[in-house]
T-cell receptor, first 113, second 113 residues
Framework: GENVEQHPSTLSVQEGDSAVIKCTYS??????FPWYKQELGKRPQLIID?????GEKKDQRIAVTLNKTAKHFSLHITETQPEDSAVYFC????????????FGKGTKLSVKP | DAGITQSPRHKVTETGTPVTLRCHQT?????MYWYRQDPGHGLRLIHY???????DKGEVSDGYSVSRSKTEDFLLTLESATSSQTSVYFC????????????FGQGTRLTVV
């Protein structure tokens, strides 16, 4: 079946450094790629998303890039802060189905002060 | 936060008993989903619904059934709970204004003893 692979599973950075999380997907028809942040004991929340007609999107310290040819997309966090510590999930839409998402296994990001 | 609530928030049940989890939304979103979250597995789709009485299986549907008799309610039933179904269950909704963004409920922690 279709899947999304996410790397690394854990990532530790110093405050102020950049963090990059990478995902690859298998479904050629995927056209929507959201990223979710989940703090300990809380629900996942959308932090940024990108659609297949766009190569890059930025929102303050967060950016996402998409390479449809290679079927991979990445999350970039610059100037990391301790409050960025959380588990991050990438996801890809399944086929042309709007909203039917398949998730990566998550990356636990730790930002050390 | 999107108007989505799960009940109960916590439940302990015995092996072999039936269990029903409820997801209720006030957003009139078309799609509703049930995920389970386990360490090392990320978020895995159990079942989803694309309209009243329209449901389909996800990647880990064995042992689970769902029903959606109203737009606002999506029920997940474990017919005969097993210890392998101990997990955190998240409901999600999508299909609103942005069409694809998914909003998650607070989660239900289910323990099967």
């Amino acid at each position: 079946g279709e899947n999304v692979e996410q790397h690394p599973s854990t990532l530790s950075v110093q405050e102020g450094d950049s963090a990059v999380i990478k995902c690859t997907y298998s479904d050629s028809a995927s056209n929507y790629f959201p990223w979710y942040k989940q703090e300990l004991g809380k629900r996942p929340q959308l932090i940024i998303d990108i659609r297949s007609n766009v190569g890059e999107k930025k929102d303050q310290r967060i950016a996402v890039t998409l390479n449809k040819t290679a079927k991979h997309f990445s999350l970039h966090i610059t100037e990391t802060q301790p409050e960025d510590s959380a588990v991050y999930f990438c996801a890809a839409s399944l086929g042309g189905s709007q909203g039917n998402l398949i998730f990566g296994k998550g990356t636990k990001l730790s930002v050390k002060p | 936060d999107a108007g989505i609530t799960q009940s109960p928030r916590h439940k302990v049940t015995e092996t072999g008993t039936p269990v029903t989890l409820r997801c209720h939304q006030t957003e009139n979103h078309r799609y509703m989903y049930w995920y389970r979250q386990d360490p090392g597995h990320g978020l895995r789709l159990i079942h989803y619904s694309y309209g009243v009485k329209d449901t389909d299986k996800g990647e880990v549907s064995d042992g689970y059934s769902v029903s959606r008799s109203k737009t606002e309610d999506f029920l997940l039933t474990l017919e005969s709970a097993t210890s392998s179904q101990t997990s955190v269950y998240f409901c999600a909704i999508s299909g609103g204004q942005t069409d694809t963004e998914a909003f998650f409920g607070q989660g239900t922690r289910l323990t099967v003893v």
